[in-house]
């Protein structure tokens, strides 16, 4: 997901609170954690091994014959090492984290077992196939499960995220382009409110971006649309459209069945980004909409952690018009059960992503994850999604502004206006909320909105953190109006580190030890 | 259900709150046509009990690598991982955290991405490093992208012995945004044609050492050649132990370096997740892509640690950002670095050592086996042996008698020779495994 400042880097005003006054560094639980390079060193291990037995080496001249000065540390060095650095972050387990678009929903437990049965996780990718045939089923299992809920012909498991889904779309669609004698067709709609990945995607596929406006209800300026596609006449170069669903505003759309004729009807291709597909599973299905093919971040929509920043997985769902030129390798099944795995590229594939089958340890919690539910359970998350979205809505939208009226979807989106002339601004509001125990909403994203302020709860949430949550949001909301700006300026104050230096890491960068 | 905290009470009293009747009319902007009335046609939820049985009883009908005497590598390699490893990535705190975009509370994450970054730096020799790709195949396709980034032009030469799905992954890439991708045939020989090719329009040449077939390509007089034409050295790895025996490629003049770290810390995964590694030089830095993490002060002037250079990336620069690359490989960043700190130095140069042990008793016992021989001069703890038969025959004869003995080369490239099998011996293999490997050869060769 976007992130806090769109490249507002932030340098801190005032040091606000001196070093820290114990003796040790530590503020209780807080311990200071120097770097590994600073306690390590290079002879030092916490791993035994047999000695080696003096073979002679088959390098040919090339050993290294340096010291390789990588830190070591022992077993219980290393533990408190990393169980140290693990108190300093923020986490779904701890509290309520809304990240807009992130969809930072409870990770269950059962799916991190199975992920590690050794039938997943300790199995090569390049074991003959009649080896894998548990690890196959199970992709090809996850397919049916990913295909029904999208009414969508097939799916590309391979992508690795979804910036990677994306890229296997606009690359399928591609292929599909020049193989119909289109290659001139390179002009591909993208809304402003996209997420980044979409128009750096679209340029890295070889397409070029035309940008649409929002209109002021947060959706596709249709007006613009209609106008820009009939203007091209016969140079029509359309390649197709790249629209998030509900989009990044946490809305749904509403012409997109007509976006979708009209982008037909141009000969190109819709591809929808499916970042926020967690407010339809169930309810709606891409392929009813005229999708072509969609990105599933199964580490958002069906609950893989993010592990502090991957990995992820990026299914790309696609059209009978796509399906053809998907990406190897895919699984296949024949008539008596056995399972194969398709490797090799044919003259119309868009060729191959990646080495081996994309992610299989994600796969396995993804299927876990929609087997637990089922497709009731499905629903009603979708369901509890957005209501717990709206009920925020609901409970902030007399204190804060909503950035467009009406009901949202799995997500509520609030502008800055409401703190104009209070001498705070949503950087400062978000720090303040770090202080008050809550990792902020999204920032800044969508870029259509003035100091967006995208807040997802997830089905995730009970009512009673709702209700908490809510009450400290008011708190903050009415301390902003009534002119206390010292406290926002100086938060965070109870973090373990203050506000830092952004303005510094980038205009010097120390980007490793020892540099 | 069990992960969903709200019940029926909760819900009526907030769509009271939201002042709708019920929850259809939140859903009131989806267009009629599109509403689905009925259940999925899928199972209904079950209990943690029955989704376990049923992901044991698919676990079960595969053979994994540790119940049977096992010699794949080819991009993937099994390494025993220490237990803390994975206990410590399942602490919540690394496990359930997002991307670390506030650094007042993320600094857990932050300081594992910059040590792990130097980490990457020193074992490839290289001076800055990110905090990681998807795996090494994509690192690779956006290393010849950066390339043409960097010195405006537009050739890059694939030298034979890249992975071949390293090669088709980065011709998908860099060919869509106008790379002229010039793939050279196989040859497991390092010979130095690659030399004659690098001419003023080139841009890069990509060379992995260990390559494919398991030979170290002495990289240097390689990059002197390109940095005569302005060209860059990439070079790739995919087995990172390599590095701990094996001169590192930054001193063997390579500009950019990108490889596979799967190897220490993170598990097979039957090929993902793994970790992408990349490392250049500092004067490259701003062309790179994916994320980096910096060091900085906080405003009580202590260290700390924040996202940064971040003008390179999508959710700056949208359709000029040198890559799309959001989600990376967060978790397995930091099984890597947790590995690699419990190893250090000289544990690494050790199990390097033991790796290319294994594998050189296994070359030599192979080499006395009638109807197959090790084609290699050079080699870490994989090579190449031409066999007699078709190897894939053989291997699947092997897998019959509980022996996962290799991979047979046409796995890799269907138009490669059929009696190609790469073995690859790691620490994880001892004497009886070799034994029972080159007996099931013999049986099957005779
Ligand atoms: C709307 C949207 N599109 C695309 C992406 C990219 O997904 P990933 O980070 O998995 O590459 C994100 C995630 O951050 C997103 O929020």
Not at chain 1, 252 to 262: G, N, P, W
Not at chain 2, 105 to 127: D, H, K, N, P
Not at chain 2, 279 to 293: D, E, T
Request: proline share 5%; charged share 20%.
């Amino acid at each position: 997901m976007s992130m806090n400042n769109q490249g507002r880097v932030t340098a801190p005003k005032a040091i606000t609170s001196v070093a820290s006054e114990s003796f040790s560094g530590n503020k209780a639980l807080d311990q200071a954690t120097k770097l590994i390079f600073e306690t390590g060193s290079f002879n030092k291990t916490g791993i035994d091994f047999p000695e080696p037995k003096g073979i002679k080496y088959r390098l040919g001249g090339l050993e290294q014959t340096k010291n390789i000065e990588l830190p070591g540390l022992s077993e219980p060095e290393t533990l408190r090492h990393y169980v140290r650095l693990s108190q300093k972050n923020y986490a779904i387990d701890l509290g309520v984290y809304p990240l807009g678009s992130c969809t930072m929903k409870h990770n269950p437990r059962l799916n991190e077992k199975v992920a590690r049965l050794p039938g997943f996780s300790d199995v090569h990718p390049l074991q003959p196939i009649g080896t894998v045939q548990g690890a196959l089923e199970l992709m090809y299992e996850l397919s049916n499960w990913l295909t029904k809920l999208c009414n969508m012909p097939a799916v590309a498991l391979t992508p690795k995220a979804g910036a990677h889904g994306e890229l296997c779309g606009m690359m399928t669609i591609r292929a599909r382009l020049d193989a119909d004698g289109n290659s001139h067709k390179r002009r591909v709609f993208v809304p402003e409110s996209a997420h980044g990945t979409n128009p750096a995607t679209a340029v890295q596929c070889g397409f070029f971006v035309d940008e649409l406006p929002a209109n002021d209800k947060g959706c596709i300026d249709m007006d613009v649309l209609r106008l820009k596609i009939s203007d091209l006449g016969s140079d029509n170069d359309i390649a197709g459209i790249m629209l998030t669903n509900p989009n990044t505003c946490g809305l749904f759309e509403s012409d997109i069945i007509e976006i979708s004729e009209l982008i037909h009807t141009a000969g190109g291709y819709f591809y929808c980004d499916g970042a926020n597909f967690n407010a339809l599973v169930g309810r709606v299905r891409p392929g009813d909409l005229g999708v072509d093919a969609m990105h599933i971040n199964l580490h958002k929509t069906f609950s893989t952690p993010h592990g502090g920043g991957g990995p992820g997985s990026g299914p790309t769902v696609l059209s009978d018009a796509l399906k053809d030129y998907a990406p190897v390798p895919y699984v296949v099944k024949d008539k008596s059960g056995r399972f194969d795995l398709i490797e090799d590229i044919n003259d119309i594939s868009m060729g191959r992503l990646c080495a081996f089958h994309g992610q299989m340890g994600m796969y396995t919690r993804a299927l876990s994850y929609m087997m637990s539910h089922g497709s009731d359970g499905l629903k009603q998350a979708t369901e509890d999604a957005v209501l717990n979205a709206n009920y925020i809505l609901a409970s902030l939208s007399d204190l804060m502004t909503l950035a467009y009226p009406g009901h949202c979807m799995h997500e509520v989106l609030f502008d800055d206006t409401f703190l104009e002339n209070t001498g705070v601004d949503t950087l400062d509001f978000a720090k303040a909320m770090i202080d008050e125990g809550y990792h902020p909403m999204t920032m800044y994203f969508p870029l259509v909105v003035h100091g967006a302020m995208l807040i997802e709860p997830t089905e995730s949430e009970s009512k009673y953190e709702l209700d908490r949550f809510i009450a400290t949001m008011r708190g903050l909301a009415n301390r902003a109006k009534s002119g206390d700006i010292k406290s926002f300026k100086a938060a965070p104050q109870h973090s373990p580190t203050k506000r830092v230096d952004e303005t510094l890491a980038a205009r010097k960068p120390v980007l490793r030890y020892g540099s | 259900m069990r992960y969903l905290p709200l019940d029926n009470e909760d819900r009526a009293e907030m769509l009271e709150v939201i002042g709708v009747r019920n929850v259809e009319d939140l859903f009131g902007c989806v267009p009629k046509e599109a509403r689905l009335s009925e259940l999925i046609d899928l199972p209904y939820h079950q209990p943690e009990s029955e989704v376990e049985k049923h992901m044991t009883k698919l676990s079960n009908k595969s053979i994994s690598a540790s119940s049977v005497p096992f010699f794949c590598g080819a991009g993937a390699y099994k390494h025993h991982v220490p237990s803390s490893v994975d206990h410590l990535i399942q602490r919540s705190e690394f496990l359930t955290a997002y991307t670390p975009y506030q650094p007042e509370i993320s600094q857990g994450t932050l300081q594992v991405l910059f040590e792990f970054q130097s980490q990457v730096a020193i074992l490839t020799g290289m001076e800055v490093a990110n905090a990681s790709m998807y795996d090494g195949s994509t690192a690779c396709a956006e290393a010849v992208v950066m390339a043409k980034r960097v010195t405006r032009k537009h050739k890059a030469i694939i030298a034979p012995g890249l992975h071949p799905h390293y090669s088709l992954a980065t011709d998908t890439l860099a060919s869509s945004v106008g790379v002229d991708v010039c793939i050279l045939e196989q040859k497991i020989s390092s010979d130095y044609k690659v030399l004659d090719l690098i001419d003023d329009e080139t841009a890069c040449v990509v060379v992995q050492s260990p390559n494919v077939f398991g030979e170290i390509v002495d990289l240097t007089p390689i990059a002197e050649k390109a940095h005569l034409h302005k060209a860059l050295l990439i070079a790739v790895f995919t087995e990172p132990v390599a590095l701990g025996l094996i001169k590192s490629p930054g001193e063997q003049g390579a500009d950019i370096v990108v490889g596979e770290g799967q190897g220490i810390g993170v598990g097979l995964n039957f090929g993902g997740p793994h970790v992408g590694l990349f490392a250049c030089n500092k004067k490259h830095v701003r062309q790179m892509p994916g994320r980096i993490c910096g060091e900085t002060i906080d405003a009580a002037g202590n260290r700390a640690f924040v996202l940064t250079l971040s003008t390179r990336e999508q959710h700056i620069r949208r359709d000029k950002a040198t890559s799309n690359i959001c989600t990376n490989s967060g978790l397995c960043c930091l099984a890597f670095s947790i590995h690699m700190s419990l190893l250090g130095g000289d544990g690494l140069r050790k199990l390097a050592i033991l790796n290319h042990e294994s594998a050189s008793l296994l070359a030599t016992r192979i080499d006395k086996i009638k109807g197959a021989k090790v084609l290699n001069n050079t080699f870490f703890n994989e090579f190449t042996v031409k066999l007699d038969k078709n190897a894939k025959d053989v291997v699947h004869s092997l897998a019959n008698k509980n022996i996962l003995g290799g991979v047979p080369f046409s796995r890799l490239s269907k138009a490669g020779p059929k009696d190609i099998l790469l073995i690859c011996a790691t620490e994880i293999v001892d004497e009886h495994d070799i034994e029972s490997l080159c007996k099931a050869l013999e049986e099957e060769l005779r």
